[in-house]
């Protein structure tokens, strides 16, 4: 997508700690870029004069090339635009920034500025609080809700010498209880993402282990692992945090009797990805489970959530630059696939 203009930013634009990039007001195409936005996008100005705003857009964003290019056209016009958009690095890394474009002039020639700021902790810090926020409205009110009348009910079936049924449940309600302050706990150990604290992970040894773990917890439950031999990414412990939820989900939700998961490891080099897919028989995850970890979608204030393990696999992925998706299994069930950035050896992420 080779721009018949030449413009070059002035070298003082490299000194910045914002990425800027010029654009062909009439195709929006990029004319050249400094050095902030290379580190940021991880393409070179010159590789980016060739290639597409969908080329390094995150394939789950709306943000489309004609979108782009309605947006620069409104800015050459005078109409400054800022929005935010979901940006994929050379490495297959996701990262959110917040863009301003505005009309300028650079050696006589139109052009259309963009400042590009990395928000993705601002965006964590954010997502964070709407969670816990979340939680403590939601899901803590509601499990207090139910231990209290269960209490009353324990109160009258002491008279009755009744008592097991009710404290079960009782019981059930405390460790669902537990089980919320511990997500807690590891959405706090993630709450602030930090690539340096990454290191090289082999996917298949976490995933072996998981599943082994697993296998003691639910003897009840079949397990497949299919895992291709060497698969590294850069990690921290939030993917050992995702993946635990995704099996724990895909047993503990499950309605057989003999719950079958199928985990799988594979090397993805086109998309500079390792992905994990755990394939469940067990009942669809309810849309409104799905929804409300959409970024823009409101909690409905009379919905209460089964728990928050889909919320903390989304934080830690989203705090390793990943993804997550989810699919239905075929005859039945549910495959959730979680996508972290690859490296090609263990000499990459240092």
Known sequence: ?????????????????????????????????????????????AELRTMAVGDYTAPSTRFSQEKA????????????????????????????????????????TPCVLSEIRDITEYRARERRLRLLSR????????????????????????????????????????????????????????ASPDATQRSPTNLPEVVESIVESAKTEYPNAEFTLDVDADVWVSADKGVHYAIEHAVENAIEHNDQDEPAVTVTVSDVPERNQGVVRIADDGPPIPDVEVEVLDEESETDSTYHGSGVGLWVMKWCLDSLGGSLSFDENDPRGNVVSLSLPRVDTIHDAS
């Not at 050459?76 to 863009?99: C, I, K, M, Y």
């Open 69 to 108: 290019v309605r947006l620069i056209r409104a800015a050459a016009a005078g109409d400054s635009q800022v929005f935010e958009w979901h940006v994929e690095r050379s490495t297959g890394e996701l990262l959110w920034v917040r863009v301003h474009l505005s009309a300028t002039t650079i050696d006589g």
């Open 1 to 45: 997508m080779d721009s018949p203009k030449t413009v070059t930013l002035p070298a003082v634009f490299d000194d910045l700690h914002v990425g800027i990039t010029l654009h062909d007001p009439d195709d929006g195409s990029v004319l050249d870029g400094n050095k902030r936005l290379e580190e940021l996008y991880g393409y070179s100005a």
């Open 135 to 190: 939680i403590v409205r939601h899901n803590l009110r509601n499990e207090m809700t139910l231990l209290m009348g269960y209490a009353d009910r324990l109160r009258a079936a002491i008279e009755k010498d009744s008592l097991e049924e009710e404290v079960e449940t009782i019981l059930d309600i405390a460790t669902e209880v537990g089980t919320l302050s511990d997500s807690i706990s590891q959405i706090e150990e993630i």
